[in-house]
């Protein structure tokens, strides 16, 4: 059982940073790849990025590749996504996610755990 906690969310302006953090429970973290996802009012959760057990490999949507970065400190068991000159089409809710699986990290459906998600909004 994994228990995942989001937080660092707000307000920022176009172009304007944020850092979002996901601190896990458990003593077994680094058995999980992480993935961000976000889910925007009237759309799908749709896939940000994710990060392998190791930290050796990340994934990024093509939508936010080269402004946010996702690492991850596994003796402070977190999952961090630093998100760069964010756009008001970043808006939404974003939520981590924890699965035993190694591949396949773009699909939601990969993943057993998830938090309670954490709302960023870009204002124009």
């Known amino acids: 059982q994994v228990q995942l906690v989001e937080s660092g969310g707000g307000l920022v302006q176009t172009g304007g940073s944020l850092r979002l953090s996901c601190a896990a429970s458990?003593?077994?973290?680094?058995?999980?790849?992480m993935g961000w996802f976000r889910q925007a009012p009237g759309k799908e959760r749709e896939f940000v990025a994710a990060?392998?057990?190791?930290?050796?490999?990340?994934y990024y949507a093509d939508s936010v590749k080269g402004r946010f970065t996702i690492s991850r400190d596994n003796a402070k068991n977190t999952v961090y996504l630093q998100m760069n000159s964010l756009k008001p089409e970043d808006t939404a809710v974003y939520y981590c996610?924890?699965?035993?699986?190694?591949?396949?990290?773009?699909?939601?459906?990969?993943?057993?755990?998830w938090g309670q998600g954490t709302q960023v909004t870009v204002s124009s």
């Open positions: 458990g003593r077994t973290f680094s058995s999980y790849a």
């Open positions: 996610a924890a699965t035993p699986d190694n591949s396949g990290l773009y699909s939601h459906t990969r993943y057993d755990y």
């Open positions: 990060i392998s057990r190791n930290g050796g490999r990340t």
